[in-house]
């Protein structure tokens, strides 16, 4: 059987192994542990089992062997290379929830309290924005949004409230694809003693790494590239002080009840062994979709990382190693346009979300924005013509002739 301290010097191969555990039936793919609990030889075990001095599951919204098996790996992805302070290897704690959302509540509620403030940037995921938004206030967390692209308003935010405990940060963020400094925040968040956490959802572990730069905490929605097909909702927490993981954290998780279950844990499992070949692919074919787009007569912009004409192209070369698979792009006629567009498409696919092996296309004013007022939206770079992409792994061709056929032929003199 594999040594399980073979030391992989190649991401891929963590990403197919890392995290395996030998079965006892010798099975070759972890089984699906459907199981809610487990079983104790005796009174006695059971003590020991839940004074910790034995290792061992107890009841599986605690833990479960599937489960297990999808932390270890993506903590072994996150930390892939990196040291601690004293220059051994870089140990993470992985906690599975059931939603990107659930991992998110985890996190905030584990470390705030009443009077604490969070500071962030303006573009952040939907469903984020409205926990901030709507739910925090209520448990007395109030959240302070800038432009943290700016790093001297970024300064000037942390030093004006003491009340701000933590900098949540997202990059690259939703939907202009923008980027926030890693490296930079994080140093003016520690000199201000604050946690740092960060959504690395849209990067995924293979295009960049936040503890790298000093961070506390990353989270993921597993929804979307790191479990690549679709096939499960799902978040997963990490954190590098393991003592403050398995205590207080592990304990808030266990007990707002956002566990994962062993079939999305396997889902993801399985899906995971692909990451590095699915993202190099995805970010080949998007840098491929976005010099296509940019030179189209019916687009006025394209909102892409690895173009240089991207205002976040800096900051992306310096922390991501490829400008990854998500882009947004505007329609010069604007709705109607856009709307014609994205119905003409035959073989991409019109649904929001993100992250899938098939090229994904979604249309913020009318779907995930549609009850956002006009006027805030366009505050946040959402006009009526805006077109959100998550490029698939297709073959390039294919998606560039889906493109190439809906798009208006405004050569022929026909728009
Ligand atoms: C999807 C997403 C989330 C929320 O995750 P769910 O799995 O849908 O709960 C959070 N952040 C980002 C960037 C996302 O794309």
Known sequence: ??????????????????????????????????????????????MRRFSGEEKGYIYSRWGN???????ERIAALESFGLGDERGNPLALKAILHSS???????????NLKAGDKILSHYSLYGGTQELMEKI?????????????????????????????????????????????????????????????????????????????????????????FLNGHGTAIGGVLLGKDIDHMNGHVTKVHRLLGGNSN????????????????????????????????????????????????????????????????????EMKDGLDAAKRFIDKLQMCIRAVSLGTCDTLLC?????????????????????DGLIRMSVGIENIQDILMDMNSSLPNLSEGGA
């Open 363 to 383: 249309h913020p004013a009318s779907m995930t924005h549609h009850g956002v007022p006009k006027e805030k939206r366009e505050q946040y770079g959402i006009t």
């Open 65 to 71: 062997p599937t489960i297990t098996e999808a932390e």
């Open 262 to 329: 062993p079939f999305d844990a396997y889902l993801l499992t399985q899906g995971i062994k692909t990451l590095e070949v699915r993202m190099q692919r995805h970010c080949h074919n998007a840098m491929e979709v976005a010099a296509y787009l940019e030179t189209h007569p019916a687009i006025s912009k394209v909102n892409y990382l690895g173009l240089v004409s991207h205002p976040d192209y800096d900051t992306a070369s310096k922390q991501m190693r490829h400008a990854g698979a998500m882009l947004s792009f």
């Open 136 to 224: 925090l206030p209520a448990l007395g967390i109030e959240v302070i949004i800038t432009d943290l692209r700016d790093l001297n308003k970024a300064a000037e935010a942390m030093n004006a409230d003491n009340k701000i405990k933590m900098l949540y940060l997202e990059t690259p963020a939703n939907p202009t694809i923008q980027c926030v400094d890693l490296l930079e925040l994080t140093r003016l968040g520690k000199q201000k003693n604050l946690i740092v956490a960060v959504d690395n959802t849209f990067a995924t572990p293979y295009l960049q790494q936040p503890f790298q730069y000093g961070v506390d905490y990353v989270f993921h929605s597993t929804t979307k």
């Open 100 to 110: 990107g959302m659930a991992a998110l509540s985890t996190l905030l509620i584990s």
């Open 1 to 46: 059987m594999p040594d399980k301290k073979f030391p992989y010097s190649g991401f891929g191969s963590a990403a197919i192994h890392a995290g395996h555990q030998d079965d006892p039936n010798y099975a070759h793919i972890t089984p699906i542990y459907a199981s809610s609990t487990y079983v104790f030889d005796e009174a006695e075990q059971g």
